[in-house]
T-cell receptor, first 114, second 116 residues
Framework: EAGVAQSPRYKIIEKRQSVAFWCNPI?????LYWYQQILGQGPKLLIQ????????DSQLPKDRFSAERLKGVDSTLKIQPAKLEDSAVYLC????????????FGPGTRLTVL | AQKVTQAQTEISVVEKEDVTLDCVYE???????LFWYKQPPSGELVFLIR??????QNEISGRYSWNFQKSTSSFNFTITASQVVDSAVYFC?????????????FGEGTQLTVNP
């Protein structure tokens, strides 16, 4: 079974630029999550999708972050414009139903904002 | 206040030593779930265990064991006879369905280094 795929693995941008990350969850997993992990901290949930609907985006900075999940499969997370404090690893995870079940994580995208 | 507290930021042991990673949580939910994840240097979080609030039985899986005590709001993780490959950051996490839906709240993590 293929795992959660993410791209790119690394991205370096200047502040005020835009960036987008892509995630392909495990086939058949209805729930998809985007986490932000700042160096030295635990992951923090940004947004959770159930199929293609948003379940929880209470911790997403909506003035600059947006996410979508087309057709309930792939997802993209966008930052526009980026700030220095957005430097982090962005992790995508999926689970069969919800987070009461095991979440499977992708390798993450390491973003550096200069 | 932190919902999940992992007081040990870093632990260093010598191979074959036993090591316990502490996790203390805070919740008002009656039903909740606790997790441990491992994050090796490659960065990918790996699921280790899930416990629900009604199951206080300790669990053992090979060299890993978990001690869940509701009375002290703790869910500690012990590695017996540690190995170099156990070196990683370990995260404890909490899910509170009644108040926060299915969001996972992670602790700050404990960096475990096992030296040969």
């Amino acid at each position: 079974e293929a795992g959660v795929a993410q791209s790119p693995r690394y991205k370096i941008i200047e502040k005020r630029q835009s960036v987008a990350f892509w995630c392909n969850p495990i086939s058949g997993h209805a729930t998809l999550y985007w986490y932000q992990q700042i160096l030295g901290q635990g992951p923090k949930l940004l947004i959770q999708f159930q199929n293609n609907g948003v379940v929880d985006d209470s911790q997403l900075p909506k003035d600059r972050f947006s996410a979508e999940r087309l057709k309930g499969v792939d997802s993209t997370l966008k930052i526009q414009p980026a700030k220095l404090e957005d430097s982090a690893v962005y992790l995508c995870a999926s689970s069969f139903r919800d987070s009461y079940n095991e979440q499977f994580f992708g390798p993450g995208t390491r973003l550096t904002v200069l | 206040a932190q919902k999940v507290t992992q007081a040990q930021t870093e632990i260093s042991v010598v191979e074959k030593e036993d090591v316990t990673l502490d996790c203390v949580y805070e919740t008002r939910d009656t039903t909740y779930y606790l997790f441990w994840y491992k994050q090796p240097p490659s960065g990918e979080l790996v699921f280790l265990i899930r416990r629900n609030s009604f199951d206080e039985q300790n669990e053992i899986s090979g060299r890993y064991s978990w001690n869940f005590q509701k009375s002290t709001s703790s869910f500690n993780f012990t590695i017996t006879a540690s190995q170099v490959v156990d070196s990683a950051v370990y995260f404890c996490a909490l899910s509170e369905p009644e108040t926060s839906g299915s969001r996972l709240t992670f602790g700050e993590g404990t960096q475990l280094t096992v030296n040969p």
